[in-house]
């Protein structure tokens, strides 16, 4: 089962379950594309953000620095070294 999200087509398999950021704004106009559909459910959760304090794109090229020139572990290692530092 694969799910596809683009601007323009959801495919979703039954049960699935997908965490977008996304602004209120962005809540209304994916609300006005499905339309009345009583099979799509979606919510909105103001201000759900996993790491607001942390750059995921310089943490994740860093990661992928790291085990390119050492190891996947050392990479692991130091990736959880820096987010259980930001909790």
């Known amino acids: ?4 999200v683009t601007p323009d087509t959801i495919h979703l398999p039954p049960g699935a379950v997908v965490r977008l ?6 809540y209304q106009a994916l609300n006005e ?3 009345d559909r009583s099979s799509s459910r979606i919510k909105f959760r103001d201000g759900e953000r996993y790491f607001p304090s942390i750059n ?15 190891n996947t572990s050392t990479a692991i290692r130091e990736l959880r070294r820096k987010l259980a530092s930001e909790i």
Do not use: N
């Not at 995921?56 to 050492?70: C, F, H, N, P, Q």
């Open 1 to 4: 089962m694969f799910a596809v």
């Open 21 to 26: 950021l996304g602004s209120w704004q962005d």
């Open 56 to 70: 995921v794109s310089e943490v994740v090229t860093e990661s992928l620095k790291i085990a390119y020139k050492r």
């Open 33 to 35: 594309q499905l339309g």
